[in-house]
């Protein structure tokens, strides 16, 4: 007779994607105060490559990467 309860190991290992879930979720969801660096140079009025180089020399916050970089808006 098989038993469908879940061994201690299976739930570790759900709690484990259930993590990885959420941040990736957190990285692709729009957070208030965040935007995309498109969004920062149309706002700043400058290009995309002046928002990166501003965010490489630590000017403006960053987090994610590629087509999710978000950079902190600045108010």
Do not use: Y
């Not at 020399?57 to 978000?70: A, Q």
């Amino acid at each position: 007779m098989t038993s469908n309860l879940a061994t201690t190991d299976d739930v570790a290992r759900l709690e484990t994607q259930i993590a990885q879930l959420t941040d990736l979720v957190r990285q692709l969801s729009p957070e208030p105060g965040w935007m995309t660096v498109k969004e920062a140079a149309e706002s700043e009025g400058v290009s995309i490559s002046t928002i990166n180089r501003r965010v490489d020399k630590g000017e403006w916050t960053e987090r994610g990467t590629g087509s999710n970089r978000r950079v902190k808006a600045r108010r």
